[in-house]
């Protein structure tokens, strides 16, 4: 079954590829109708997932993360039209040149293919998803968690039907209806049909995916993100960063799990921190030279690991450094490569530290929080990549694309 | 052992990627010169591939490839100079930006980091490799075939004095020597260390890095290539680029593999192909329809698999279709995406086979033989891509480097 969805969404991706920025456009905005007009049969769907989450025992912030409602449906469907709005990377001409030789040449992005999708408890993945895959021109096979299955069908159905409405495919938009994991193993096998694997979702679901897959994988979403506090730093404004980095939302791979100090500005500086953040609700993991430096009842001893955790959560690192090129060892070691950045008002070593960490985003004064598509500026986001190859960092639309070459010749014959 | 290497690959890495395009460039010069220096010790370990090989009854052309002598080491060592020359690509900005609230972001080149490459006969392709990887940043795990283990030995072993010399460590070039095909596999796994792994030789080679990699693979090097000649073509240019892409070098994976006639001019120019070509050695694989239209003993019907091969040599598979559509519908079909083209004097025909059909290289009235490095500006390549992530077609200096985000604040923090 598998093999036949991917067999379809190949032959459907073919199609996709030659459509208008016009006509993707115009579905795009069917597809935001048809979840509005389909909205109660989407809820009472959601309402089955929810009852069942609860009846099996997940918890309050895993059912609000899989709950919607009318608001949450409508922000949806307005994300579809926002995408309508993007520039479409498909057909961009770029490195255009002509050789010595007279022939004329340039590259040309075209869709990738057929994305497969793989990811966890939010329902609004399936819309957002499937928005991105339909503008840059990829047909995609979805797979969302058991807990949504109800309202990932629901919502499907309602995206497919638009399909249908504007003269598209819906082998365009294929779901993967069963929540048998062997299902996700098929898929990842698919290697003729699907072109990328993009996971959403937890360490585990990337480790899986990289072990088991036969197709590229995206492999994103960890990070173990860092801010060194250099001796020259504004320390009442690191303060605000280190806030805003750690608690603004500490679910969320962008989050701050460490700070590092400078050893001449710790005494000063780590209480601060402490005193500033604790409020908040966070506790603290020092290793034994930022411990001496605290008395706090929410400052704990840092455990082995702690500086290799991504906490997700209100908890953070703190480490005295005896300067610049002791973070650097310290971020390459234990960073999983996703945001790290140097607070500071020394040109020299922000430069230093942006030549020598080699991370997805480095930041210099500012907050981890920023590395997302949106306030990037790249409008929208499918995943945020922490491998090297093909796109890292925040990827969107052009990064759902590849390139031709295009060679244009008078009858030119190699020599 | 393995791992080792991947780890001292690493080290050596992460210095490597800051070092200056002037000390990069020093390098190349000294490897080059001590390529030169030591040309007694790489020829006279040549002569024991070559010895070895006759021993074993390697054909003459495979003798050919392996075979070094003070020309052609003068050539790969005049190739280190020319890497030279090339632009830097490491360090290059891109996408530059200022965001609505002030934060400054770019993006900017970085190398990949360790590549490993596993490559067949040619002994040139250690220092090719060796020097497109130095000068874009990276650090190579080289692993040649056993025909050429001797030269690749005295090879490597200049190529690390030189590194040697020029201050650089030389784990920046490693090699591994022995033909146990088991170290293959363990360099295949070696996920936390190597990057990249560009398979270069043939599809089993590929098939098997495929298969059995938990690193990125660079698929590609298999060309089963295509013209379709209009209606509306050239004929007697049309001749002329047949004629060159087939027997220019027919052993190599941009050479002509098929040739697709509109139904229109097939009668005309089928036999015209077929009088021009023959005299060079060609024979032919005519479908029933194009066999019906040539009377010639080089002329063979084509069998099942014919149009699913790489021929690699001055066999040429030929038929007619009923035009631009069924054209494209056989390129889907049986191309590998590696480089087809179009003969035509139609603009609109010309513009519907560049957008619809999606090979690395598509071709208006030129000979498939310039997808290469050199022929379309590159300077150099490393491989010709055939797969969809990261880069396709020729691959070179810039396709070797990934890039990061620098994000400038003035202690900016997410609302």
Redesign the interface.
Known sequence: MLLEMGQKAKRAA?IL??LSTAQKNAVLHLMADALLADQSAILTANALDVEAGKANGLSASLIDRLLLNESRLAGIADGLRQVATLPDPVGERFDE?T?PNG?K?RK?R?P??VLGVIYEARPNVTVDVAGLALKSGNAVILRGGSETLHSNRALVRSLQRALTQGGISNNVIQFIDSPDRSQVLELLQL?DYV??IIPRGGAGLHEFC??NS?I?VITGGIGICHLFVDETA?LS?AL??I???KT?RPSVCNALDTVLVHRAVAADFLPRVVEHLAPAGVTFRAEPVAAGLLNHAAVFPAGEKDFDTEWLSLVLGLKVVDGLDEAMEHI?AHSTAHSD?ILTRSDEH?QRF???V??????????T???DGS???LGAEVAIST????A???MALRELT?????????????K
């Not at 080699?358 to 907050?367: G, H």
């Open positions: 073919r590829a030659r040149s050789q022939l040449i040309q075209v990738l293919g290697k072109d990328m990289r072990e036969r590229p504004d404004a605000e960063i806030h805003n980095a603004q390459a950045g922000a942006v030549a020598e080699d991370s997805a985003a480095v930041y210099v004064n500012a907050s929080r920023f590395t306030e990037l500026g491998q090297r190859l093909h890292r960092g925040p590849t390139y031709k070459w295009v060679i244009i010749g008078e009858n030119h014959v190699r």
